[in-house]
């Protein structure tokens, strides 16, 4: 098992940047692919971008290629999400997800966290 905590959500400007990161306890961080999902109000949890064990494989949803980049840290059981040129369609909760493979992240049959508000403004 995993725990997640997610952190650095806040309230930026459209076109502004963040960065989250999601700390996992365990010894056993290497051992999981990781992900980033997002719920807006009223809307269901939608998959945002995912990254291999190794972080050789890294997966994006359309709508953020380009501008968010997912990237891990095993030595800090630490993965990221830099979001660059925030819009405000991007305004959600935050969810990060571990999984025993990026398979098993994209199935939704993983570890989450409890989120992190990211509110971008027009």
């Known amino acids: 098992q995993v725990e997640l905590v997610e952190s650095g959500g806040g309230l930026v400007q459209a076109g502004g940047s963040l960065r989250l990161s999601c700390l996992a306890s365990?010894?056993?961080?290497?051992?999981?692919?990781m992900g980033w999902f997002r719920q807006a109000p009223g809307k269901e949890r939608e998959f945002v971008a995912a990254?291999?064990?190794?972080?050789?494989?890294?997966h994006y949803e359309d709508s953020v290629k380009g501008r968010f980049t997912m990237s891990r840290d095993n030595a800090k059981n630490t993965v990221y999400l830099q979001m660059n040129s925030l819009k405000p369609e991007d305004t959600a909760v935050y969810y990060c997800a571990a999984g025993v493979d990026i398979g098993a992240v994209l199935r939704g049959t993983a570890y989450w966290g409890q989120g992190t508000q990211v509110t971008v403004s027009s």
């Open positions: 365990g010894r056993t961080f290497r051992n999981y692919a």
């Open positions: 990254i291999s064990r190794s972080g050789g494989s890294t």
